[in-house]
């Protein structure tokens, strides 16, 4: 039936009424429709998740958008409930997955209503957005996790610490890896805090802490190096051998900072350990030739 109803739909259609057409009714009330293009995977995006997607919004019979982020290598993560006004857009988050793109056309109830947002968007408007998921982090469980007391945190398993930990290790990833890089030590600091204030109750729950703080202190040395503070960067490349001697990355941030600090003796003693553990490494042979020279 739909079939015949394109064939037989007028020819003086409007362009949001041809995409209408093809799209889904979200919510039931025709506000917000929308369109997969690509699917993404995994589960949808939680609620208060922030988000890290590319966007442009649209007016009908407009060629340019009248926002987009695509002109920006890093769109800024964005926090549902806060950081995304448009209420439609919002909930149409709610039903995207990793990786989707999607076309979404809103309503003005669901968009910037009856009144608009002079001069772009006039009164009454229909907006159409295209929006592409690139990440999200379920910020909800960690902002929820760390409103409560420590002593509430401790009655808490321990897999949902461990959760909201991996959860701000990928904040602080996402950061560091847009050169940010003192938003991306205070992620894993607050983790590293968090892991620290666990009272363990027995040896396995000790063994899980010091599993999940290695990378941390590796992170955060490797943070502190790109801020040109070695002193820092040794302190943290210590507590990561404490917990593995053995560990290659710790060794090797170790001797990067002991280099900074012209202790040469102990970047070659560390950077020999490393690259006896991975001799055809060349970030370690490169930084031994100049330890050396």
């Known amino acids: 039936s739909q079939g015949a109803t394109r064939e037989t739909a007028s020819v003086a259609e409007s362009p949001f009424e041809q995409l209408s057409r093809r799209m889904n009714d979200i919510l039931g009330d025709g506000g917000i429709l929308k369109e997969v293009v690509q699917p993404g995977e995994g589960p949808p995006v939680p609620q208060n998740a922030s988000v890290l997607f590319h966007y442009s919004g649209f007016l009908e019979y407009s060629d340019q958008p009248f926002e987009t982020t695509t002109n920006l290598k890093y769109p800024r993560m964005m926090k549902l409930g806060r950081d995304v006004t448009v209420v439609g857009l919002g909930l149409g988050l709610l039903t995207m997955k990793k990786g989707e793109f999607s076309r979404f056309l809103l309503q003005p109830q669901y968009a910037y209503g009856e009144v608009g947002c002079p001069p772009f968007i006039p ?16 910020s909800g469980q960690v902002d929820d996790f760390t409103a409560m007391s420590p002593e509430e945190q401790n009655t808490v398993p321990l897999s949902t610490l461990l959760e909201v930990v991996n959860t701000l290790r990928s904040f602080g990833n ?23 204030n666990r009272e363990t109750r027995s040896d396995s729950e000790k063994e899980a802490i010091k599993t999940a703080l290695l990378p941390l202190y590796l992170n955060i040395s490797f943070a502190e190096l790109r801020l040109d503070r070695p002193h820092k960067a040794l302190k943290y490349g210590k507590k990561a051998l404490e917990i593995d001697s053995a560990n290659t ?20 003693g560390c950077l020999i350990s490393a690259q006896a553990k991975k001799p055809f490494d060349s970030d370690i042979n490169n930084l031994l030739r100049k330890v050396t020279m």
């Open 123 to 138: 009164a009454g408007a229909v907006v159409l957005y295209e929006v592409h998921i690139l990440d999200y982090l379920d």
């Open 249 to 268: 990355k710790a060794l090797f941030r170790c001797g990067q900072a002991y280099l900074e600090l012209h202790e040469y003796e102990s970047a070659h």
């Open 174 to 196: 996402r950061c560091f890896n847009q050169n940010r890089y003192y938003n991306a030590k205070d992620r894993y600091k607050q983790a590293m805090t968090l892991l620290g």
